[in-house]
Nanobody, 124 residues
Framework: QVQLVESGGGLVQSGDSLRLSCSAS????????MGWFRQAPGREREFVAA????????YYADSVKGRFTISRDDCLNTVYLQMNSLKPEDTAVYYC?????????????????WGQGAQVTVSS
């Protein structure tokens, strides 16, 4: 099992930056592909970014490409989402998820482990 805890959310203004962290713990916390998803009020949960276990593969949603960067520190069992040039439409609860295997996927149903979520609010 893997336990995930997100941190770093908050209220920022349009154009600001924010970094989310996701700390993983548990006997099988390593060797997972990791993903970030988000859910805005009244909308379905959507894929944001994912990173493979080897750190060589990264994939982003078109809406965040060029603004967000996903990275990981396997020594700390932590995944980061650096968010730059934030827009009001980025406002959502952001969830960290562990894939359960090394290959990334953009489908939320392929991630069995989830954090509790971190609120990100971007004001205009």
């Amino acid at each position: 099992q893997v336990q995930l805890v997100e941190s770093g959310g908050g209220l920022v203004q349009s154009g600001d930056s924010l970094r989310l962290s996701c700390s993983a713990s548990g006997p099988t916390a390593s060797n997972h592909a990791m993903g970030w998803f988000r859910q805005a009020p009244g909308r379905e949960r959507e894929f944001v970014a994912a990173i493979g276990w080897s750190n060589d593969t990264r994939y982003y949603a078109d809406s965040v490409k060029g603004r967000f960067t996903i990275s990981r520190d396997d020594c700390l069992n932590t995944v980061y989402l650096q968010m730059n040039s934030l827009k009001p439409e980025d406002t959502a609860v952001y969830y960290c998820a562990a894939r359960g295997r090394s290959l990334i996927d953009t489908r939320s149903s392929y991630y069995p482990y989830w954090g509790q979520g971190a609120q990100v609010t971007v004001s205009s």
